[in-house]
């Protein structure tokens, strides 16, 4: 899943800026009919767009001051992206008909926007200041504002009418900034009861701030030092559907079973980087995505997550999880959860009790050792399974463990401890995952009836030739990728099925390709043979002939000639003995 948060900052706010800015250039046209001319009355600044509707467009064209005697009539001013430092309050105490104007990307600082600068602007609707350099805010904005953004400057203060008392105060933007307890006022938002935007992430909060406006539905406080979430700030929320915490210092003192509970229409949750030992008590009926990931949570009480009736997405990868901490009726009844993250935990076994309806378990990266039988008995819908970098072992894991994921479709082993292919995959696999492991051996029947299986990873484990069981592939009929790189194969493997397209055998020892490797591939689009022991030169070119998909054949770091006989002796020598063996322990 996508850190959705971080992506989101960089749109926050843009959306009605670009449509100015596209209105601004389609009007802006050399000579059009709508330019206006220097003459008598106001006058288009040089290098700027100007309609007769208003709007004059002077973005990025490098002004150091602010524009002289700009159309009284003037109700949209662009001016990002330049390299202004300082207003000139007469000036934009003239262009009282302002609606919008956007300032974004230049240098101005405190000093350089008088206080009384927008007292006059009394339709002011979207200002965007982001991206200078203030330190601190204004005092007064008209009460007209719609939009405020001041996202990346240095402010470190803010007053009680910078926010307050504008009634149609929709979305303000102050991320990336200095902002400390300290610097707001008591409150910020009184007689402004209709924010519902509030992003506040990246700066220096420790407190969540109080009397947030009740119509909020999206709160990013996320990146700040938060350490307490003070009673009852949170409690007028009722609307609020997004709530972004994550990146803070926040445990669970510094919160309480009432924090989050009149939250009703929570639907996200972040709260992961943080400091949580245990999940917080009290979480509403609606979240449906609840971060957690990157704490140290330790045990799931009984209670903690069962009341969240719409939960479908949980994600508590990242902390101190031992199976024996999880209350086995810890996820009762949460019949929408279809998707757990558990992974880089502490987990000795599968937890008891999984979500039944779970469709996606990310359980790699713990300490599993087995998989007993009922571990899956009651998780029907699982579809994704990730087991991958645990310490399972081939005879741990049940023959019957699987027999009930009908619906499973794709499984990862990888990274575990596993010696032999193991029995009891379930039939439905499109995509099964086994590299690096200690396979030699893939055991009579262990791959048969899997007739979905589109991808098959067996890389870097110890396989030869003669230590896969000799029907292995004729069942696979839907097999498009065999990915056998970094094993110990002296021979393309035969009897490969005919809907193969991409065969992996890279760094193995193969050193001869026979005649008729490929006949029962015709499909075949990729052939990677790189860094094997193959004397090209004796490579025939009636191999591949017939091979009308063939995209790719990778040979590079093979025997450029045939000439080494010696060493090929040794080798070929070498492969009998062991293939003596494997057939040995096959029987
Ligand atoms: C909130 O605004 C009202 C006026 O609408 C004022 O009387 C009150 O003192 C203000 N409260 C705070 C805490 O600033
Ligand atoms: C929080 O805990 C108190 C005391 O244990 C209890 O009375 C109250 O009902 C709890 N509130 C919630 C929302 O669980
Ligand atoms: C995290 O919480 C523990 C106590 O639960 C505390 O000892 C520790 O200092 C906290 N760490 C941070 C970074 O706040
Ligand atoms: C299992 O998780 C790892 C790590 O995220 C990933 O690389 C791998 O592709 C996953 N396996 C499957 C089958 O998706
Ligand atoms: C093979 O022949 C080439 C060119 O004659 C020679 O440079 C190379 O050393 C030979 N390799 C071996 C392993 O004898």
Not at 1 to 24: F, I, K, Y
Not at 210 to 217: D, E, F, G, I, S
Not at 374 to 383: C, G
Not at 461 to 479: D, G, H, P, Q, T
Request: net charge neutral.
């Amino acid at each position: 899943m996508p850190a959705g948060g971080r992506a989101l900052l960089a749109l926050l706010g843009l959306p009605a800026l670009l449509a100015l800015g596209c209105a601004a250039d389609s009007d802006s046209a050399e000579g059009g009919p709508e330019r206006r001319r220097p003459g008598p009355g106001p006058a288009c600044p040089r290098d700027c767009g100007c309609t007769q509707e208003g709007v004059v467009d002077c973005g990025g064209i490098d002004l150091k001051e602010f524009p002289l005697l700009l159309p009284e009539l003037t109700n949209h001013l662009s001016l990002q992206n330049n390299q202004i430092e300082e207003i000139f309050p007469e000036e934009l105490a003239r262009l009282y008909r302002l609606e919008t104007l956007n300032l974004q990307n230049n240098r101005l600082t405190s000093k350089g926007l008088p206080e009384e600068a927008f007292e006059h602007l009394e339709n002011l609707n979207y200002l965007y200041l982001a991206n200078n350099k203030l330190t601190v805010a204004p005092k007064f904005l008209p009460n007209t504002l719609i939009s405020a953004d001041f996202a990346a400057n240095y402010l470190t203060k803010i007053y009680g009418l910078t926010f307050g008392q504008k009634p149609n105060l929709r979305s303000v933007y102050l991320h990336n900034n200095k902002l400390s307890d300290a610097g707001l006022p008591d409150n910020m938002f009184n007689g402004s009861n209709n924010v519902e935007i509030l992003i506040m992430s990246s700066n220096f909060l420790k407190y969540v701030p109080k009397n947030l406006p009740p119509a909020l539905y999206k709160l990013h406080l996320q990146s700040n030092k938060l350490e307490k979430i003070p009673k009852g700030a949170f409690s007028e929320l009722a609307g609020l559907r997004e709530l972004y915490l994550q990146n803070n210092y926040l445990s669970n003192e510094g919160m309480d079973n009432e924090t989050f509970w009149k939250l009703s229409s929570l639907e996200y949750l972040d709260l992961s980087s943080n400091n949580l030992s245990q999940i917080p008590n009290g979480l509403p009926r609606n979240i449906v995505l609840l971060h957690l990931e990157k704490n140290a949570i330790k045990v799931i009480d009984r209670d903690v997550l069962t009341q969240i009736k719409n939960l479908e997405y949980l994600l508590l990868h990242n902390n101190k999880l031992k199976a024996r901490g999880i209350h086995p009726l810890a996820f009762q009844g949460l019949k929408k959860l279809h998707t757990v993250h558990l992974y880089n935990n502490m987990l000795e076994r599968i937890p008891s009790g999984l979500p039944r309806r779970v469709k996606t378990l990310m359980i790699l990266h713990n300490q599993i050792s087995e998989i007993n039988r009922n571990d899956f008995a009651t998780t029907y819908f699982l579809e994704e399974l990730n087991l991958s970098y645990n310490k399972i072992t081939s005879p741990q894991i049940h023959r019957e463990a699987f027999r009930k994921l009908r619906q499973l479709k794709s499984l990862d082993l990888s990274g575990n401890n596993l010696h032999t292919v193991p029995f009891g995959f379930p039939k439905n696999l499109q995509v099964l995952k086994l590299k690096e492991n200690e396979i030699s051996i893939i055991p009579k029947g262990t791959l048969s009836g899997m007739t979905k299986l589109r991808e098959l990873y067996l890389s870097n484990n110890k396989l030869k030739v003669n230590s896969i069981y000799s029907r292995a592939w004729r069942e696979l009929s839907s097999l498009q990728s065999l990915d056998m790189a970094g094993n110990q194969l002296t021979s393309i493997p035969l009897g490969l099925p005919e809907s193969l397209e991409y065969l992996y055998l890279q760094n193995n020892k193969i050193t001869t390709v026979s005649e008729n490797a490929f006949e029962s591939t015709p499909k075949i689009k990729g052939i990677y043979l790189r860094f094997n022991k193959i004397a090209v030169g004796a490579l025939k070119e009636s191999i591949f002939q017939n091979l009308k998909h063939l995209q790719v054949l990778d040979i590079e770091g093979n025997l450029e000639f045939s000439n080494s006989s010696k060493n090929k002796d040794d080798s070929e020598e070498e492969m009998e003995d062991e293939e003596e063996e494997e057939e040995e322990e096959l029987r």
